[in-house]
């Protein structure tokens, strides 16, 4: 289904009134309208003048007193959503021209008895229809003429278009004028109540807080957070260091007592493996001699094996090689 269109617009000065009438008449250019099919616009004038600010005039000479700030007349323009004037369904008029004259004619129709029954015809001063645009739309000129508490003719647009809530009402009228139509009314607007908006920014101004200490938790969360990293790598840094000293520590000791073993100022236990200082002469010697027994009793069972091979030969031979075989050791006291 296509949407009615209804706006109006609030005219308070000459200068105004005459630039509306000028459009309204095609007497200054348009550039979205095309010359060719300007004949095809017409204007209503019920004073007979052909012209709308002439028209706005004959009706603000029949008040005899005008405020200055006084709206003298109030412009409303008329049409639909672009596809409900095309010529067959779902083709919207995208070229200029193109439109359904049997809804044109039954729009301008409809349009005219609604103004008339809503605002009176002495109200409605001008209607102009514009067919020379790409969508079909009606200019109208009203008049917001009122009585006062005198009886005096008088403007009140206040009447007519005060406020919101009258505003609104016309849009809602106008949906139900052009219902069987095939229109609808556009979706009203949801208003909102100072309290709403009071009670809205005071939420938002609450969030806003929060957001901001939870952004500030988060900072000093990670700001401890790398605190506790620095310090971690300080400490492993440091605990490097310490394996390393602790290292070369190590390496000058057994290098000191390897260099003191070497000159016997180190002497290792051997069943236990511990490095003794400045031992004794007797106890280097003990140690030596417990170092190299399996190597002299290796040496002994050599000697005992010779000795029984010796048996086999002449008895000065076996004197002679057993003789031999005891020089290396004559020197060494194995008990």
């Known amino acids: 289904m296509s949407y009615i269109v209804c706006r ?6 000459a200068a105004q009134i ?56 109030v412009e409303m323009i008329f049409s639909a ?12 008029a ?3 021209g193109r439109f359904d004259v049997e809804r044109v004619n039954d729009f301008n129709a409809r349009l005219y008895g609604f103004l008339t029954e809503k605002y009176g015809a002495d109200r409605i001063v001008s209607i102009t229809r514009h067919l020379d645009e790409k969508t079909p739309h009606w200019h109208v000129v009203m008049v917001p003429l009122d009585t006062n508490k005198h009886g005096e003719p008088s403007l009140n647009a206040r009447k007519f278009f005060g406020g919101r809530d009258k505003l609104r009402q016309l849009q809602t009228e106008v949906g139900h004028a052009f219902a069987d139509l095939g229109l609808r009314r556009g979706r009203p607007r949801v208003s909102v109540g100072h309290e709403d908006v009071r009670e ?6 609450e969030t806003k807080a929060a957001v901001e200490a939870d952004r500030r938790a988060i900072a000093d969360r990670v700001a401890a957070l790398d ?62 001699v417990r170092l190299l027994q ?8 050599l000697l005992l ?5 010796a048996r086999e030969a002449p008895e000065p031979e076996r004197q002679a090689a057993r003789q031999r075989m005891a020089e290396p050791f004559q020197t060494l006291d194995m008990h």
């Open 81 to 92: 959503s672009p596809d409900y004037f095309a010529p067959r369904p779902g083709h919207k």
């Open 305 to 309: 094996r010779a000795e029984a091979l």
């Open 294 to 301: 399996p190597v002299l009793d290796a040496a002994r069972a």
């Open 8 to 13: 109006i617009a609030k005219l308070k000065t």
């Open 227 to 288: 605190s506790r990293e620095r310090l971690l790598e300080r400490r492993e840094h440091a605990a490097e260091e310490a394996a390393e000293t602790a290292a070369q520590d190590a390496v000058r000791r057994v290098s000191t007592a390897v260099q003191g073993w070497a000159a016997g100022e180190l002497v290792a236990d051997i069943d236990t493996g511990e490095l003794r200082t400045q031992v004794s002469t007797d106890e280097r010697h003990g140690w030596w």
């Open 200 to 205: 809205f920014y005071a939420e938002l101004s």
């Open 94 to 96: 995208v070229a200029l």
């Open 18 to 73: 005459a630039a509306m009438s000028s459009h309204h008449l095609r007497t200054r250019e348009t550039p979205n309208a095309d010359p060719a099919r300007a004949r095809m616009n017409h204007t209503h004038a019920p004073a007979g003048s052909g012209d709308p600010a002439a028209a706005v005039q004959a009706a603000l000479d029949t008040v005899p007193k005008i405020r200055k700030n006084a709206v003298r007349a």
